[in-house]
T-cell receptor, first 110, second 111 residues
């Protein structure tokens, strides 16, 4: 089976840096995704990690440690529009299913 | 390119009614998925398909059926709707094991 854990809610200040953690347990592993979802909208893709290490993409970075079953999403220079839910998702090895965690709701305050 | 198109956007059903949620993609993606999202929760996989004629169950398939007669279309059928099926339904597609592209969702209420 698969289990994905991430914090339910986080609050941060505009202009700051926030790290959203995700831990997972899977019967196999073929990659980890981060998606952003604004209220009332569909999720949109942010990042995809297959190998260990840090992937940087503008203000957003994602880190993966396969041996620890751990990932984080780092958001820099927070903006009010970054207030959203951030979904960690895992694709199991040998399968085609992408399984999502419950998501972390991020509130950015002025 | 329209991407992934879902219809309808909203629907209210009575208990015991049936309906089909439509999903179509024009990106020639082989993989298609149906998820449901309950308020404040993540997405739960209902069914998925890796190509025309091939479907498989996800995490929460009970009460639903799917078919995949073409690459473009992946309808989700609800038989005998129940209040527990009140949710937002998202269809998604992907090219092999890459990122998912989502439709705009269908908000379904069963009363």
């Amino acid at each position: 089976g698969q289990n994905i854990d991430q914090p339910t809610e986080m609050t941060a200040t505009e202009g700051a840096i926030v790290q959203i953690n995700c831990t997972y347990q899977t019967s196999g592993f073929n990659g980890l995704f981060w998606y952003q979802q604004h209220a009332g909208e569909a999720p949109t893709f942010l990042s995809y990690n297959v190998l260990d290490g840090l992937e940087e993409k503008g203000r957003f970075s994602s880190f993966l440690s396969r041996s620890k079953g751990y990932s984080y999403l780092l958001l820099k220079e927070l903006q009010m529009k970054d207030s959203a839910s951030y979904l960690c998702a895992v694709r199991a090895r040998g399968g085609f299913k992408t399984i999502f965690g419950a998501g972390t709701r991020l509130f950015v305050k002025a | 390119n329209a991407g992934v198109t879902q219809t309808p956007k909203f629907r209210i059903l009575k208990i015991g009614q049936s309906m089909t949620l439509q999903c179509a993609q024009d990106m020639n993606h082989n993989y298609m998925y149906w998820y449901r999202q309950d308020p404040g929760m993540g997405l739960k996989l209902i069914y998925y398909s890796v190509g025309a004629g091939i479907t498989d169950k996800g995490e929460v398939p009970n009460g639903y059926n799917v078919s995949r007669s073409t690459t473009e279309d992946f309808p989700l059928r609800l038989e005998l709707a129940a209040p527990s099926q009140t949710s937002v339904y998202f269809c998604a597609s992907s090219l092999t094991d890459e990122k998912l592209f989502f439709g705009s969702g269908t908000q379904l209420s069963v009363l």
